[in-house]
T-cell receptor
Framework: SQQGEEDPQALSIQEGENATMNCSYK?????LQWYRQNSGRGLVHLIL?????REKHSGRLRVTLDTSKKSSSLLITASRAADTASYFC?????????FGQGTRLTINP | DTGVSQDPRHKITKRGQNVTFRCDPI?????LYWYRQTLGQGPEFLTY????????KSRLLSDRFSAERPKGSFSTLEIQRTEQGDSAMYLC??????????????FGPGTRLTVL
């Protein structure tokens, strides 16, 4: 069974707008990671945030983590058509990653 | 290309047949993971190796599934007596042990299995 729940399940926005995806989880974690998956392809690691961190940036990505609420958010600023993909949060306790069901993001030109 | 590779990329088989998938991790990575992903869902953990030792197996890994990493390099995942419910994308990932802070896993392109 999957630990994370992502919200929304699908998101469609215009190119140039910002996209925000949320992730909630149930148990204590070592870190939380976000991955992107293009249709039918493997996963690409985007960013890792440790349990003692609250915010992290990488290029157009901003991730927040609230361990008291067991939630995280991923913000993609100035979206581009190439950002169209599924985005998954994954929590890591010891070794394995536990994924959410993902958010399907569509960027309309 | 020095990323994680998987072979084959696609496999179609008839119910009851055995199939074997191969994963070649990034060369210096000592951990290797197998996940399964069905349509519209996130990946689910199956098993992982540290070097040649299989350290954890999910309850999803029934006795029809077996994974090996004989020399601590490539790994194979075998499914015996396949069932239609085994149809999924099988993903392999590798990582390097870090002393703290968790580890980023690098994923291969996956093997898509269709059981008819």
């Amino acid at each position: 069974s999957q630990q994370g729940e992502e919200d929304p399940q699908a998101l469609s926005i215009q190119e140039g707008e910002n996209a925000t995806m949320n992730c909630s989880y149930k148990t204590s974690i070592n870190n939380l990671q976000w991955y992107r998956q293009n249709s039918g392809r493997g996963l690409v690691h985007l960013i890792l945030i440790r349990s003692n961190e609250r915010e992290k940036h990488s290029g157009r990505l901003r991730v927040t983590l609230d361990t008291s609420k067991k939630s995280s958010s991923l913000l993609i600023t100035a979206s581009r058509a190439a950002d169209t993909a599924s985005y998954f949060c994954a929590t890591q306790g010891a070794q394995k990653l536990v994924f959410g069901q993902g958010t399907r993001l569509t960027i309309n030109p | 290309d020095t990323g994680v590779s998987q072979d084959p990329r696609h496999k179609i088989t008839k119910r009851g047949q055995n199939v074997t998938f191969r994963c070649d991790p990034i060369s210096e990575h000592n951990r290797l993971y197998w996940y399964r992903q069905t349509l519209g869902q996130g990946p689910e953990f199956l098993t992982y190796f540290q070097n040649e030792a299989q350290l954890e197996k999910s309850r999803l890994l029934s006795d029809r599934f077996s994974a090996e990493r004989p020399k601590g390099s490539f790994s194979t995942l075998e499914i015996q007596r396949t069932e239609q419910g085994d149809s999924a994308m099988y993903l392999c990932a590798s990582s390097l042990i870090r002393t703290s802070g968790g580890n980023e896993q690098f994923f291969g392109p996956g093997t898509r299995l269709t059981v008819l």
